[in-house]
């Protein structure tokens, strides 16, 4: 599959997050990307992102995750719990604060804008497991986009995550995951569709420095003590990170003309534009003033489901024009 991107020089700084589009095509695919960039630290951005008039996600929409590679049973907990602490059965005001739930619910801010009034309701869909490599060890685009259409194609995200054994053009070099939308393999009267999809690698071993920040030192910038990862497993926890920030991108600017700031070929999304962000405080280098567990020592932001701890990102807040922390 031939494709075009905006290349980017890592910063001196601290590597971390930065949104890029870039298109794709070929003939089974017409693929619109926004890739997770690796970028300089904490972005301070003051402009409401604009909307591009385009369609955004709407009605129930499930979370499939696509399992590729070897990842324990332990380790597929964790993403699933924080996909069921999106949309946990208790409200924000019941569930135990700060929650995954309330760090969600600003993407809803992003929906009462437009003049649809559309809604977005999302909960843990099919888990779909590749633990013999069917495709290889080293994928291209192309491919991702072949495992993310293992999932449903109507109303749904499909998510692929790859273990740390695997390589993925780009990943660690200008990227920690995708997300964008490709063409359905099947028609809705006549006409083609679109379905949502995300990509994550695990950087455990390929680069924690770069995906799995602040849980792994550096590789760049200010060297600070790694912070220890809430869930006792770095690459996951970064992986958690990463899917996070590009969930919030995918519900906000699904198809490449919902909600961004910026040139199409490199917008700024809602988690983007606050890249390094996690509480108030942050400053290149620092994270900014966590939570810690009193037991574990793990830093974290928000409380999920069955007890469990996260870090996500600060969120763009329309209504404010600010990045919006948890703590």
């Given amino acids: 599959m031939a494709s075009s991107s905006s290349c980017l020089i890592l910063s001196l700084f601290l590597v971390v997050s930065f949104f890029q589009v870039s298109l794709a095509s070929s003939r089974l695919f017409q693929v619109s990307l926004a890739t997770r960039k690796l970028s300089q630290l904490v972005q301070d951005q003051t402009q409401l992102l604009k909307y591009h ?7 129930k929409i499930a979370i499939n995750l696509i399992w590729y590679g070897n990842f324990k049973p332990a380790q597929k907990a964790i993403v699933s719990d924080f996909i069921t602490s999106l949309s946990s ?78 390589v993925v053009d780009g990943f660690c070099m200008n990227r920690c995951g995708t997300h964008g939308s490709a063409s359905g393999s099947s028609h809705i009267r ?26 792994h030192q550096p590789i760049y910038g200010p060297q600070s003590p790694p912070l220890v990862a809430p869930n006792n ?21 699904p198809f490449g003309n919902g909600y961004f700031q ?50 996500v990102p600060a969120l763009f807040d329309p209504s404010t024009s600010s990045c919006s922390t948890l703590v």
């Fill in 233 to 253: 497993d770095v690459g996951l926890d970064g992986m958690v990170i990463n899917l996070a920030s590009l969930l919030a991108g995918t519900a906000t600017n």
């Fill in 89 to 166: 059965s208790s409200s924000p005001a019941q569930a135990k604060q700060p929650s995954v739930a309330t760090w969600w619910k600003t993407t809803e801010k992003y929906y009462h804008l437009t003049s649809k009034k559309s809604s977005l309701s999302i909960a843990l869909g099919k888990q779909i497991s590749n633990e013999k490599y069917s495709l290889g060890k080293s994928l291209t685009n192309k491919q991702i986009i072949k495992l993310a259409s293992m999932g449903d194609q109507k109303n749904a995200i499909n998510v692929v995550l790859t273990s740390a054994d695997v």
């Fill in 262 to 311: 910026g040139p199409a070929e490199a917008p700024l999304e809602a988690a983007s534009a606050c890249t390094g962000v996690y509480a108030k405080g942050a400053y290149p280098g620092y994270a900014g003033d966590l939570l810690v567990d009193a037991t574990t020592g793990a830093s974290y932001n928000a409380n999920g489901a069955n007890g469990r701890k996260y870090l």
């Fill in 53 to 59: 008039n385009g369609p955004l996600l709407n009605g």
């Fill in 190 to 215: 006549g006409k083609n569709y679109k379905f949502a999809y995300i990509w994550v690698g695990n950087s455990e071993t390929q680069c924690p420095g770069l995906c799995a920040w602040p849980f």
